[in-house]
């Protein structure tokens, strides 16, 4: 990488957009179909294999994925459900949606997952459901999580159906940053019993708005009676979608209940295609850039977010770094510092406790010590796959520049 001394603008995330993706929404536009029909479930296939999964089914949100999940399970009012303390309000505010009781788990100390014992303390005869968070696209240790789980599943009280089928509260992986994640030799999407996805555009792989989800095999519930409870979920309780009622007679439908409407729409499903098929290299092209940030930006007194060893590869969504040291106040005036250098950077993430709408749930501040503690001090810099070699080296030396300045003056 050559030194370029001239100022540059450097987004925290755009899109990687090319013309494959401008021709494949162009095609969607011409076939005359643009809401649900043949390219989202072409996607939905594809997302299956890419993640090494039975069926996938894709949704308008992450968000709309979560919420349908805990509808599908049956948890509501008077069900439990555990989140970590150090995410966004996405992974909690479904639960509010379904009227269940909200239960928030501090951070194991310096980490960036919940602390796992802590989880299993908190189960009780109410537990429906954990949702844990791949943080940066770097998978949970879902291993320790299930064997803590074990040890407390006799609380385990299912009240529903499908419920039954499992013998421990169910683990539902809010992976909104881990698409294309491995560990141990394992895809995302088959660590947890349900695992959320987003496309948001942000995200490693985009459908401007969008999400998917994947699933564990559960005895005695087929795949295919699954996705179509998400189908119904999503589609007005509908017993056929649009594509199917366009066809020649087959207008007849019926409404089996009152449910919802998020459905992805072709015009969405076309450029997550063209992303999909892209998105080996794009992965690799993050991972090349988390290589030399990791090179140019290893000290003692910022810690890195692990994201590739023998035993994992993140999905190289989130270049998190933590400056030992500093406050709130500093962290901010850093950010600020790179702005004017024409570098956007961002913060990953407010602990929800911090939040008005938990603090009115009565969460404090004070009882989630190690999440608060993740959030002074952390700075997100940039990372996506059209991020150039000389935009990551003005990036590095600027922000060696600004913590030089403002952890040294």
Known sequence: MNENLKKMNIPFSPPDITESEIKEVIDTLKSGWITTGPKTKELEKGIAAYCETKRAVCLNSATSALEMTLYLLGIGPGDEVIVPAYTYTATCSPICHVGATLVMIDMAKDSFEMDYARVAAAVNEKTKAIIPVDLGGVLCDYEKLYEEIAKVRHFYTPSKPIQKAFTQPIIIADCAHGFGAVKKGKKAGNWADF?????????????????????????????AWIYQQYQLLSLHGQTKDALHKNQSGAWEYDIVAPTFKCNMTDLHAALGLAQLRRYDAMLARRHEIIQYYNQHLKSENIFLLNHKDANHQSSGHLYITRIKGIREQQRNEIIMAMAERGISCNVHYKALPMLS????????????????????????LPLYSSLQDGQVEYIIRNYKEVLEEYTCG
């Open 195 to 223: 695992t959320i996805f987003s496309f948001h555009a942000v995200k490693n792989l985009t459908t401007a708005e969008g999400g998917a989800v994947t699933w564990k095999p559960v005895p005695g519930f087929a795949d």
């Open 357 to 380: 709408a938990y603090q009115h749930l009565g969460f404090k501040r004070e009882d989630y010590p190690n999440a608060c503690e993740l959030y002074e001090n952390e700075i997100t």
